[in-house]
Structure formats: C-alpha cells, structure tokens
C-alpha cells in the first residue's frame, strides 16, 4: 500500500513500505534458494513426464521432499528406512540400489532407482501409500495403458 506523507525520521512512508517489501521478497528468495527441496517438484515432474503415476508417488509419499529443513536425507514418519522423494526402503533396496550405481540418498539416485523399480514392478512398491495416490487421473491412464497393453 503507498502512503504519502512523512514519519518522524523525514522519510517518505511510501520509501519505508518498498524497501520492506523488497527486504521481505529479497529474504523470502534466498531462504528457498537455501532449501535443498526447492523446485523440487517440478524436477521430480519433469523426470516422470512420461510416467505421470511417479509424480504423483512421489508426492504422496514425500510431498515432493528429498531433505529435512536441516539438510538431513527426508525419512519416513512409519518406517524411518525409507529414504527420500520416492521413499525407499533401505532394507529392501540399499545394496542393490549400491550395485547398479545408485545413491538412493542423492535427488537424481533416488529418482532414477525409482524409475527402475517402477519400470520392473509398476506402483506395487508404493502400495503402502496407494489410498493416496489410487484415486488420482494418473492412476486412472496406468490402468487403461496397462489393460491396452495386455490385449
């Protein structure tokens, strides 16, 4: 809001109102770019535009997070072996996903481990999470492409 008129300091308001809100957006900037998760979602949106249910896995599982606000790798709040935007599970995949060269840990190993495991076994991985993403459109066209498939 522009004010005009003058504080105590002689100092337009109109002046004072600005530079706060440019101090405020300047801070607001910085403090995502600071976030290791920041634009994260579109990343993870762009990696899986040709498999539309991943996103929406992705989102489910870990509301597009890789990092806790500490910087530490995001676990899961049920079983904390589960690592990252896609949630995998340490017991299960840590040594495999070790052997085929990904770092479930990193953004991009997570993602592309992800990928092979839905490329090998489709969304059973994530069934935990189903009740979330089940009823999206994403899963809708899985189900359609995959019955296309089989005829």
């Not at 996903?97 to 490329?119: C, H, P, Q, T, W």
């Amino acid at each position: 809001m522009l004010a005009s008129g003058f504080m105590g300091n002689s100092q337009p308001v109109a002046t004072l109102e600005a530079s706060t809100t440019t101090a405020i957006t300047a801070t607001t900037t910085a403090n995502l770019k600071n976030n290791k998760n920041y634009k994260l979602e579109q990343k993870v949106k762009n990696f899986t535009s040709d498999k539309p249910l991943m996103a929406e896995i992705a989102s489910c599982e870990s509301h597009n997070r890789q990092y806790e606000k500490d910087g530490s790798v995001l676990r899961g709040r049920v079983n904390n072996m589960d690592v990252g935007l896609f949630q995998i599970n340490e017991y299960y995949h840590l040594e495999r996903s070790k052997k085929l060269g990904y770092d479930i840990y990193s953004v991009e190993g997570n993602m592309a481990y992800a990928r092979r495991l839905f490329n090998e076994e489709g969304p059973t991985p994530w069934s935990s999470s189903s009740p979330c993403w089940s009823k999206t459109a994403a899963y809708e066209n899985y189900q359609l492409s995959n019955q296309l498939a089989v005829k």
